[in-house]
Nanobody, 119 residues
Framework: QVQVVESGGGLVQPGGSLTLSCAASRSIFNIYNMGWYRQAPGKERELVATVTSGGITNYADFVKGRFTISRDNAKNTVNLQMNSLKPEDTAVYYC?????????????WGQGTLVTVSS
């Protein structure tokens, strides 16, 4: 059962914009932190941005001022608006959903969506 699905990746020119979307199954309740991570070739997966259930955001230094994370709790979705994209932003972007069922805190991951920034 696929519980987290990302979409919106693709090819974009430097300076362009893309918006990534992540949809968690509506059967998932008690979603807390949500976030986006990315993994470039030959590198470890790294945090891009997170947002708490209260709307507090956190961004990696390399995306501050360019990316915006947002969430819709009613729809169980989290988006990443990416502006002023650079070639070094090229990576597979993954959505992470943090859940707590009253007993355990679990991270749910999407399959990833590829973002390629190139002219």
């Amino acid at each position: 059962q696929v519980q987290v699905v990302e979409s919106g990746g693709g090819l974009v020119q430097p300076g362009g914009s893309l918006t990534l979307s992540c949809a968690a199954s509506r059967s998932i309740f008690n979603i807390y932190n949500m976030g986006w991570y990315r993994q470039a070739p030959g590198k470890e997966r790294e945090l891009v941005a997170t947002v708490t259930s209260g709307g507090i955001t956190n961004y990696a230094d390399f995306v501050k001022g360019r990316f915006t994370i947002s969430r819709d709790n009613a729809k169980n979705t989290v988006n990443l608006q990416m502006n002023s994209l650079k070639p070094e932003d090229t990576a597979v972007y993954y959505c992470k959903i943090g859940t707590f069922d009253g007993v355990r805190y679990l991270d749910l991951w999407g399959q990833g969506t590829l973002v390629t920034v190139s002219s």
